[in-house]
């Protein structure tokens, strides 16, 4: 038999895994935003700067999650000479 008191502990445990799930969605949507918004960067410069961008470059770019990964192709994006030069760095990241 569950008494009062051992409901109470598992409602209350219930609540803070709740809580904690909340957190760490919330943890996870912030990073996952931060990764789309440097993609966005990345294609916005690319597309300023040589109008169009193929969509086998498009889609290599959006493939990246990793942060440090987006801030090398950012930083290439605004330093590369021509777009094919942004592709053969963009091949060897």
Do not use: W
């Amino acid at each position: 038999m569950v008494t009062s008191t051992m409901q109470e502990l598992l409602q209350e445990g219930r609540k803070e895994g709740i809580k904690e799930g909340i957190k760490e969605g919330i943890r996870e949507g912030r990073k996952e935003g931060k990764i789309e918004s440097k993609i966005q960067t990345v294609l916005k410069i690319l597309k300023v700067r040589f109008k169009r961008i193929p969509a086998a470059t498009e889609n290599a770019i959006k493939s990246y999650k990793e942060p440090i990964a987006l801030e090398s192709l950012f930083e290439q994006a605004l330093v590369c000479e021509t777009l094919s030069e942004f592709e053969r760095d963009l091949a060897h990241l």
